[in-house]
């Protein structure tokens, strides 16, 4: 591997952490029955702790992760929220895997992620991380686009998948579900200056869901949907987080985060 390959592959790795001590990260692969593989990245604490949560995260726009390994260690070619801010979920009891998207599909139409094929391959990849720590409670984590694979999942997964959350997702309405059926409970967050995804939900919609809103001012990347802009919460991404956890802890939330 040449020397610039090789710098750009470890620069991938610069990102926000809260924790300084980690169990080995590892990538997974699984072989799909419609052929091909999927592959995952797991992280967890190395604290001694029992792991109790899991967090499974989707990337939005075409679910380009694109995770591989580099001197042993997860790399990725994908950015955004979902990859850059991965370690911001670690907490105590808790492990991660950010979700790749299949090798026969590297880039996934919104419609794909309802599709047969791709939801019995992630089903799979996320039924071997389940595995990995069977006595934790899942809960599936969708980024823009993402939110669809997040919600489309829970429905199929059912008692499996212990909650939903979507952020700058692109279901606003309750017409938007489709053939989706919840019965887990489902967090929605946007961002208010989000110039992707617009965080204009329905009356009903919000009567029904509560969303939580970033309400922040602050500067942003040029980009409406890349990396570093408001659609992927910008400089507000660990008061995201924590408005997750705090959910899950059973916490009453407020409308908005400032």
Known sequence: MSWHRRLTLALALTIPVFHTVYAADSVETIELASGGTQKYAVFRNDDGKPVTRLMALFTGGDGEAHVGLLDG?????????????????????????????????????????????????TEKALDAFRAQFPTARLYLIGHSNGSISAMALASRMKERVAGV???????????????????????????????????????????????????????????????????????????????????LNGATLTESIR
């Open 73 to 121: 260690s997860p790399v990725f070619v994908g950015r955004g929220f979902m990859v850059d801010g991965r370690r911001l979920f670690l907490r105590e009891g808790t492990a991660v895997a950010v979700i790749d998207s299949p090798s026969s599909m590297p880039k996934m139409a919104a419609k794909y992620r309802q599709e047969e094929t791709y939801l019995a391959g």
């Open 165 to 247: 959350v979507s952020l700058g997702g692109v279901i606003r309405r309750s017409e938007d579900f489709g053939d989706i059926k919840l019965a887990q409970p489902i967090l929605f967050m946007h961002h208010r200056k989000d110039a992707c995804a617009s965080p204009t939900y329905s009356a009903a919609f919000i009567d029904l869901y509560h969303p939580i809103f970033v309400e922040d001012i602050g500067a942003y990347f040029p980009s409406r949907c890349g990396p570093y802009s408001a659609h992927h919460f910008h400089g507000q991404e660990g008061a995201v987080v924590d408005t997750i956890y705090r959910w």
